[in-house]
Every structure is written in C-alpha cells, then in structure tokens.
C-alpha cells in the first residue's frame, strides 16, 4: 500500500532523444508526486511535481504525465542533454496533513554525446 | 545562502564504536528529516521532526536515535553501528504542507558512512 514501484533501474539515451521514467502507487491517498534530481555528490533537489487534478505538467524540456485510473505517473525528458545525466526519483505524498514521502527506487540516467 | 548543511561528508568507523552525523538548516523549516539510500532501495526515511522536541520513526529506525533541541539542528545518533548501517545518508527539511500547498524537501550533500 506504501510502495512507489520505479522503473526503469537504468538508462542510456543518446543526446537528444527522448528519457521515459515511469512510476506506479498503490494508496489512492496520495495526492502530490514530486520528481528529484540527483547529482553525484549531491542531495536530491525538487525537478518538478504535479497533482492529480491535472492529467500532465510541463517545465521546459521535463514534462509529468499523471494516469490517475492507472496510478501511474512518469517522467518525459525531450531532448536529452549530457547535462541530464543524473539519478532521478519519484515520491508520492499527501498535499496536506503529513511530511511523509515515499520515494522509489531510483533510475540512474545516462545521456550520451 | 538556503542550505542544509551535514557534516562528515565521509566517515569510516568500527562497529560498536558510537557516531553522530550532523544536520543544521538555516531556512527555519520546521519540518527535518533523515533518510539512508542504498542501491535498489531508493531513498527510506530513518527517522523525522515536525518541530523542536517533536520526534518519530520513519520506515527503518532500528539502531538510529535523533534529537531536536533546537529547530535549526537534527543530529542522527548510532549508538553502536554496525556493517548493515554502512550507506549514504541525506538531512532533508521543508516548511509543513498547509492548505494543499507543499513546500519542497531541502536536501543535504550527504554523508557516506562506512562501518567495518
């Protein structure tokens, strides 16, 4: 019920393609699915959430679809740059009422030159 | 400079031998937590704060103490470490979620704690 199922593991992309991650929930309470972004030597840092209200967010190349039926959400990032490379992770939480966030299990991204 | 800041970044020690990792933030978040991330994993949350002197237990809080005496502060304590606690650590905190809006994780760089 607490699980965030996250795939793929890992990536390779060649510069300029497209980047899918894909992830699935299981507690329907969860209402906010944040994406971070982590760099070697780094902590996560917020890339981009979205709610359930709406069924796709988009911040420049970083784009969340959300399937709210399916409970699914992923992350599309259209023209991949080498700079992408990064380890990325979804979360689930509540908006309101609680800090817990679950997250899953990471995907590390490699974007070739 | 918003940061949340942990010290050691690296830290090899002997099981039994007790170790504090440090986490201070200055963006006066109320909300502070710790998490250990492992290959395969992801991220699990060890233990969090909602305020000073407010505590309680994540997903995997064995062997692990904190403390929140002050809200800028959030030591993690291993009493007695041992090799299954060797991982890489993250301090996190935000501000509360109020009326449907949430506000970020802040993270930490890390520490990478090795137990032999």
């Known amino acids: 019920q607490q699980q965030v199922k996250q795939s793929p593991q890992s990536l390779i992309v060649q510069k300029g393609g497209i980047s899918i991650i894909n992830c699935a929930y299981e507690n329907t309470a969860f209402d906010y699915f944040p994406w971070y972004q982590q760099f070697p030597g780094k902590g996560p840092a917020l890339l981009i959430a979205?709610?359930?209200?709406?069924s796709e967010k988009k911040e420049g190349r970083f784009t969340i679809s959300f399937n709210k039926s399916a409970k699914q959400f992923s992350l599309h990032i259209m023209d991949s740059q080498p700079g992408d490379s990064a380890t990325y992770f979804c979360?689930?939480?509540?908006?309101?009422?609680?800090?817990?966030?679950?997250f899953g299990t990471g995907t590390r991204l490699k974007v070739l030159a | 400079e918003a940061q949340v800041t942990q010290n050691p970044r690296y830290l090899i020690t002997v099981t039994g031998k007790k170790l504090t990792v440090t986490c201070s933030q200055n963006m006066n978040h109320e909300y502070m937590s710790w998490y250990r991330q492992d290959p395969g994993l992801g991220l699990r949350q060890i233990y969090y704060s909602m305020n000073v002197e407010v505590t309680d237990k994540g997903d995997v809080p064995e062997g692990y103490k904190v403390s929140r005496k002050e809200k800028r502060n959030f030591p993690l304590i291993l009493e007695s470490p041992s090799p299954n606690q060797t991982s890489l650590y993250f301090c996190a905190s935000s501000f509360p979620n109020r009326d449907g809006n949430n506000s970020p994780l802040h993270f930490g760089n890390g520490t990478r704690l090795t137990v032999t």
């Open positions: 979205i709610r359930p209200d709406v």
């Open positions: 979360a689930a939480s509540r908006a309101s009422g609680t800090y817990k966030y679950i």
